[in-house]
């Protein structure tokens, strides 16, 4: 959802900010926004990460529109594959 979110918000014009949990996932998305788009990676489990985020966004910007949060995991399978934990 994040995902897709971030390339519609640029599309339309936006600019976008976009946190991604692996720096690995960094240059992907990047590559397929404009210019306008910064992206980051963010693991709020990491005080390091959550000071440079706010950093980025103070930099980049005056006004927050909007937060989009995107934390999930999602599995497939059979039901009596899976973990109820």
């Not at 640029?10 to 949990?21: I, M, N, Y």
């Not at 998305?29 to 950093?55: E, G």
Request: charged share 20%; proline share 4%.
């Amino acid at each position: 959802i994040g995902y897709a979110l971030a390339l519609e918000l640029d599309r339309e014009g936006f600019d976008v900010l976009a946190s991604v949990l692996r720096p690995e996932s960094v240059l992907p998305l990047q590559r397929k926004l404009s210019s306008r788009a910064s992206v980051f990676t963010l693991d709020i489990t990491k005080p390091n990460d959550m000071t440079n985020a706010y950093q980025l966004v103070t930099d980049r910007t005056d006004w927050l529109y909007g937060l989009v949060n995107n934390a999930g995991l999602i599995t497939h399978g059979c039901i009596d594959w899976m973990s109820m934990v």
